[in-house]
């Protein structure tokens, strides 16, 4: 599971170790390169010393974007008195937690921070792989809000990668690790994929485990997922301009290979539906 620049670690992992990895590797609000995002195309022009030291004073690349401030926040006020925390609501508090959380883990490795930023934007260096590289299983959670990754950019991951499905988030921001229901959905996911029924207490009672109805709705989604994408694939031939070929014609996108033409029978087109 990946968050935001953790995506290209991740999927790294399943270039270099496949063998190591279980399971679908889920990414959240998953950064994807500059060239197909088409996003920051500004920050070619900025040095990178500059882009590390703006990165170090808690400058975010959207407040530089819109002329705002940094953050500035007073030693004092990460503690709050008892009679403040209890005008706060449900939501405030649960914000104030994940920005302390947030500031705790820069906190600890800032020069980490800053080799990420370098990395994300591949100065100096490329990734060294690319997305379409990636045949692993990948689900990925993405916020119809988010201000940083364009939704564009992941639903390219999800036609151009081999493996890749896609899950959008109404209203979610950048932030959407942040959120209970994707979390939990996340971690219910892979708990069904790691589900073994001999070793499973709950499948030993006579009442049924609820990780085998996870098991079972992964599946139905998946091949929801799979006729999707078949449907799209023949959606664009059809489309296409038809080719004739001895007796018979194929309906053909001039950018397939032979091997994908399909066959056309008295006009009819034949329905294939395969696993890929």
């Given at each position: 599971m990946a968050h935001s620049a953790g995506a290209p670690y991740a999927l790294a992992c399943a270039i270099k170790i496949p063998h190591k990895l279980q399971g679908t590797i889920f990414l959240v609000c998953p950064w994807v390169s500059t060239t197909v995002a088409n996003n920051f195309k500004?920050?070619?022009?900025?040095?990178?010393?500059?882009?590390?030291?703006?990165?170090?004073?808690?400058?975010?690349?959207?407040?530089?974007?819109?002329?705002?401030?940094?953050?500035?926040?007073?030693?004092?006020?990460?503690?709050?008195?008892?009679?403040?925390?209890?005008?706060?609501?449900?939501?405030?508090?649960?914000?104030?937690l994940g920005l302390a959380i947030l500031?705790?883990?820069?906190?600890?490795?800032?020069?980490?921070?800053?080799?990420?930023?370098?990395?994300?934007?591949?100065?100096?260096?490329?990734?060294?792989?690319?997305?379409?590289?990636?045949?692993?299983?990948?689900?990925?959670?993405?916020?119809?809000?988010?201000?940083?990754?364009?939704?564009?950019?992941?639903k390219w991951m999800e036609d151009n990668m081999p493996d890749c499905r896609l899950t959008l988030v109404e209203g979610g921001k950048h932030s959407l690790f942040l959120r209970a229901e994707v979390v939990d959905t996340i971690f219910k996911s892979i708990a069904a994929q790691l589900h073994v029924k001999d070793k499973c207490r709950l499948c030993m009672i006579p009442t049924k485990c609820w990780l085998m109805e996870e098991v079972e709705n992964e599946?139905?989604?998946?091949?929801?997922?799979?006729?999707?994408?078949?449907?799209?694939?023949?959606?664009?031939?059809?489309?296409?301009?038809?080719?004739?070929?001895?007796?018979?014609?194929?309906?053909?996108?001039?950018?397939?290979?032979?091997?994908?033409?399909?066959?056309?029978t008295n006009d009819k087109l034949l329905t294939i539906y395969t696993y890929f």
């Open positions: 500004w920050l070619r022009f900025v040095p990178t010393p500059v882009m590390k030291f703006t990165n170090s004073a808690g400058i975010s690349l959207q407040q530089i974007m819109h002329g705002r401030q940094p953050y500035s926040t007073k030693p004092s006020s990460h503690r709050t008195s008892g009679a403040l925390t209890a005008q706060m609501s449900s939501f405030e508090k649960k914000q104030q500031k705790a883990s820069f906190a600890e490795n800032l020069s980490g921070a800053n080799n990420d930023l370098v990395m994300c934007f591949e100065r100096g260096r490329a990734f060294g792989f690319s997305y379409t590289d990636v045949d692993h299983p990948v689900h990925v959670f993405h916020g119809t809000k988010d201000d940083r990754i364009p939704v564009a950019a992941v599946r139905k989604e998946r091949e929801l997922q799979i006729q999707r994408k078949v449907e799209a694939s023949f959606a664009k031939l059809s489309r296409s301009p038809s080719i004739k070929t001895g007796n018979q014609d194929y309906s053909t996108d001039n950018q397939r290979s032979s091997a994908d033409r399909v066959p056309q």
